[in-house]
């Protein structure tokens, strides 16, 4: 079956700009999550989501990155006034229940974001 | 807190070498740790996992035994392939928690 799946795949930005990044999981999944990965790095915890609601938000870096998954499967990770220090990829992950780490996560292929 | 800390890559080897690659990590309580492979193109993949202290994970080849005396993970492979070059992730996250904590990823070139 698909996977999940992200777009875009890249997307170019000036400083100042508001962005949004869209994220598809795998059909019936109910725990969404969100990661950065900045060059060089291993991805950074950002938020989840398990159905409509975010269970855990307290990777967001500030109150200019914001998520929503309003219907309980396609998420949005929305960026107000970006900054070159947000240029990462992000990565969109999600599992068939968020109750344990036992549960796989399964991740998508990542939105390139450049801030110029 | 919470970390994990990979050896630097990138790892160049000839194809049918042993393969090791080293991780530590530092953690509250006790954790399950993970290894995640991404291939060229793609996302992130469950390789292997090992849910508590002296438990092996294994697959396609690849070992990693739990040590919570040295608190590392270290990945192994006895002949690695050509096939095998990508980017590997440590990983440690704590039962009923979700969030995952990645080391920095160690890049495999496996040359023919």
């Known amino acids: 079956g698909a996977g999940v799946s992200q777009t875009p795949s890249n997307k170019v930005t000036e400083k100042g700009k508001y962005v949004e990044l869209r994220c598809d999981p795998i059909?019936?999944?109910?725990?969404l999550y969100w990661y950065r990965q900045s060059l060089g790095q291993g991805p950074e915890f950002l938020i989840y989501?398990?159905?409509?609601?975010?269970?855990?938000d307290s990777g967001l870096p500030n109150d200019r990155f914001f998520a929503v998954r309003p219907e309980g499967s396609v998420s949005t990770l929305k960026i107000q006034r970006t900054e070159r220090g947000d240029s990462a990829v992000y990565l969109c992950?999600?599992?068939?229940?968020?109750?344990?780490?036992?549960?796989?996560?399964?991740f998508g292929p990542g939105t390139r974001l450049t801030v110029l | 807190g919470n970390s994990v800390t990979q050896m630097e890559g990138p790892v160049t080897l000839s194809e049918e070498a042993f393969l090791t690659i080293n991780c530590t990590y530092t953690a509250t309580g006790y954790p399950s740790l993970f290894w995640y492979v991404q291939y060229p193109g793609e996302g992130l993949q469950l390789l292997l996992k090992a849910t508590k202290a002296d438990d092996k994970g294994s697959n396609k080849g690849f070992e990693a035994t739990y040590r919570k005396e040295t608190t590392s993970f270290h990945l192994e492979k006895g002949s690695v392939q050509v096939s095998d070059s990508a980017v590997y992730f440590c990983a440690l996250s704590h039962i009923n928690f979700n969030k995952f904590y990645f080391g920095s990823g160690t890049k495999l070139n496996v040359k023919p």
């Open positions: 059909s019936g999944h109910t725990a």
């Open positions: 989501f398990q159905g409509t609601g975010a269970a855990d």
């Open positions: 992950a999600s599992s068939a229940s968020g109750t344990s780490v036992y549960n796989e996560q399964f």
